[in-house]
């Protein structure tokens, strides 16, 4: 199964793009309206980007009034992901969810200052509120990431997203400045791959739960990569900014790729099911 990962990708301004997914991942949506931090709020690296985008947002009011509808006549399967700042603010939204696919959490944005409840605390209280599917998206800044896996399980997640960006800096070549106004900002791209890898790879093993993996993806090999550390579903992130049509890629690269091992060659199958237009 191929998805977006949250934030970089629009279904109603390219909805060909979303349509060519397994399921779409909204932005992250929270109680309330947030414009964001102040520009400028994303930057090139030498192997990736930096975002600094601070969960920008709707709200959930206007998510669910205006935004949910227009999503829905896409036809696409839908995950919804949730932020918040308390375990009662996430479990608050989801209970206002129905008729989709699953519920992300994310509980580890960079970008914003606030600081939630734990990891499990917030899965518990979701898991009281719905019995939609959760996916719980981890960052692999904690020392141990398959603890927090581990934790989050106990707590009632169906599922795991892996991994969120990671914190990191880039300086102007000229004024060695940082070139985001709130200097920190997220990175992705491919320099992220290794330590997603890593996460995947931990937590397989440390937990049953499927897992979505994402970080750095770019071609065929890349998926085939998550899909032997453990993952389940693949999510494409950065890549989209710059190569909008890389699922339909993906998925041809992917039919033409030779496995010696059968296992791995049958999940990697599932990854062209798409029809792709």
């Not at 949250?6 to 279904?11: E, F, N, R, T």
């Not at 696409?76 to 603010?89: K, R, T």
């Not at 580890?108 to 719980?136: F, G, K």
Request: hydrophobic share 50%; proline share 6%; charged share 20%.
């Amino acid at each position: 199964m191929l998805l977006n990962a949250s934030g970089c990708l629009d279904a109603l301004t390219a909805p060909d793009v979303a349509q060519s997914l397994d399921a779409f991942v909204t932005k992250t949506i929270t109680p309330l309206p947030r414009d964001g931090n102040a520009p400028p709020r994303i930057a090139e690296t030498a192997h990736g980007m930096l975002n600094a985008i601070g969960l920008a947002n709707p709200g959930r009011e206007r998510f669910l009034s205006d935004h949910l509808p227009r999503l829905r006549a896409l036809g696409v399967p839908l995950w919804i992901s949730v932020g918040g700042f308390s375990a009662a603010e996430y479990a608050e939204t989801c209970a206002r969810l129905e008729d989709v696919e699953a519920i992300e959490l994310n509980l580890s944005c960079p970008n914003v200052d606030e600081a939630a409840d734990t990891a499990a605390e917030i899965v518990a209280a979701c898991r009281r509120a719905t019995s939609l599917p959760l996916y719980a998206k981890l960052s692999a800044a904690h020392p141990d990431v398959a603890v927090v896996a581990r934790a989050v399980e106990a707590a009632g997640a169906d599922g795991l997203s892996l991994i969120n960006t990671l914190r990191g800096l880039a300086l102007d070549a000229h004024t060695l400045q940082p070139l985001l106004a709130r200097a920190i900002g997220g990175l992705s791209g491919p320099s992220l791959k290794p330590v997603a890898l890593a996460a995947v790879y931990a937590c397989a093993r440390a937990t049953s739960l499927p897992i979505v993996g994402m970080g750095g993806v770019m071609t065929a090999r890349d998926v085939v990569e998550f899909v032997a550390c453990g993952a389940r579903a693949v999510a494409l992130g950065t890549v989209l900014f710059a190569d909008p049509d890389a699922p339909k890629r993906i998925r041809e690269e992917l039919a033409v790729v030779q496995m010696d091992d059968a296992e791995l060659a049958a999940k990697l199958a599932e990854f062209g099911a798409h029809a792709v237009a």
